[in-house]
């Protein structure tokens, strides 16, 4: 089966679309995946045996080329018609310039089934579906709208526009129970299928030798025998400067360790400075997703400081708590309520309130100073991950698949 995949990762290609890519690869499928669509530059290969090409677009309009080839050579009137079709083209055209070069660079390759991910894609995947007369499979990451940092406008417009187009998919996937519910609930659809964004152990993984990793990469002295980890994109919605303002009242032989990227990383440092922290937390930067969990077993706690500041965060399965679990590191998390789920079932969090720095930072003096306690959340991580692990969910995926009309 020829199985094109969409994404709007400009950067960084989600863990969770190669291991989904991956898995169909290994059970006999081509996939070719395209990217980005506003990648800084274009560039084709392959990865996995995943066929990935990236994309720029310059933000014009094919058919506004036309019709500037035929305009006189005057710049001001070349600028007006310019403005003017964009206007017309955001208001009335259903099919966007944006859309339109997406479904151009998909119709390139032929396809069985297209497998978009994120709504940014969705409306491309519907057309392009739509023209080739193939199935379509929505893999929605989370509740696009619903994202606290974009204008209520924004919102509004990307929840008419998810609401219209979902209807359309052959199936609908998403990362958990709660965010499913929700999406049936609003958009008056059948309940999506659920597949988690569970991870697997890289083939090298060697967590023996992880702590000293993380201390090379980080140059975190010895003296600092514990560590708080926190990995992921950095961010001022993400509460990570509940973490660095903790810092002060962790046990004396425990640092915080922050692997990710953003710019949020200098407003972290300056906090830290204020803080009179800044010797205890360590910058260690990008890590590959496949090299990960060989970094986070070095750890000794795990956190996830996310609060409720809008669905997504409410309702959040993030790609870092089954990183931590499968790595052996116990969690620290908000009462959120997957975070709770999980507890319930498995234990391997622990809750705390993550708006209050001294809050979280004695949950932290509590589980570092309780060998006992640390070494029971560490077994309960290990059971976990006997169910919380991407073979089980690629068994999901494939089954998905399987019920596909050839």
């Not at 499928?29 to 990865?47: M, R």
């Not at 259903?94 to 991910?117: G, M, N, Q, R, W």
């Not at 023209?131 to 204008?151: F, G, M, S, T």
């Not at 990710?260 to 440092?269: A, T």
Request: hydrophobic share 40%; with cysteine; net charge neutral.
């Amino acid at each position: 089966m020829n199985i094109i995949m969409l994404t709007p990762d400009c950067y960084m290609i989600d863990r969770r679309i190669i291991l989904e890519a991956k898995t169909l690869v290994k059970a006999g499928h081509k996939v070719t995946l395209l990217a980005g669509f506003e990648t800084p530059f274009e560039e084709h290969f392959e990865q996995d045996g995943i066929e990935i090409h990236r994309y720029s677009y310059d933000w014009d309009d094919e058919r506004l080329k036309k019709i500037r080839a035929k305009l006189p050579a005057n710049d001001r009137l070349r600028m007006l018609v310019n403005k003017t079709y964009m206007f017309l083209a955001r208001k009335f055209f259903e099919i966007s310039p944006f859309d339109k070069f997406i479904i151009s660079k998909v119709l390139e390759f032929e396809a069985d089934v297209y497998h978009v991910h994120d709504l940014p894609c969705l409306k491309a995947g519907f057309y392009a579906s739509k023209a080739r007369k193939v199935p379509l499979i929505y893999d929605a990451h989370e509740l696009y709208y619903a994202q606290n940092i974009l204008p209520i406008k924004l919102q509004k417009l990307y929840f008419s526009l998810e609401k219209k187009y979902i209807k359309h998919p052959d199936v609908v996937i998403t990362v958990n129970s709660f965010i499913a519910r929700l999406m049936a609930e609003r958009y008056k659809i059948a309940s999506p299928q659920v597949i988690m964004n569970c991870t697997e152990l890289p083939e090298d993984f060697a967590p023996e030798s992880a702590n000293q990793k993380l201390r090379h990469k980080g140059n975190i002295p010895a003296n600092y025998e514990k560590i708080v980890l926190y990995q992921g994109w950095i961010s001022p919605e993400r509460n990570i400067e509940t973490l660095v303002k903790g810092v002060k009242w962790f046990p004396e032989n425990t640092c915080l360790a922050i692997i990710g990227y953003g710019e949020y990383e200098k407003n972290l440092r300056e906090i830290a400075i204020t803080e009179g922290v800044a010797e205890r937390v360590f910058f260690l930067g990008q890590v590959p997703s496949n090299e990960m969990l060989n970094y986070s077993a070095g750890a000794d706690l795990g956190v996830i400081p996310y609060k409720a500041i809008d669905d997504n965060h409410l309702y959040c399965s993030p790609n870092k708590l089954f990183e931590y679990i499968l790595a052996g590191v116990p969690v620290i998390a908000d009462d959120l309520p997957f975070f709770r789920m999980i507890k319930d079932k498995y234990g391997a969090i622990e809750v705390a309130d993550m708006s209050s720095p001294n809050t979280f930072a004695k949950v932290v003096y509590q589980l570092i100073c309780s060998f006992s306690k640390l070494e029971k959340l560490k077994k309960m991580c290990h059971d976990a991950s006997q169910e919380l692990n991407w073979e089980k969910e690629s068994e999901k995926l494939l089954a998905i698949y399987a019920d596909i009309p050839k």
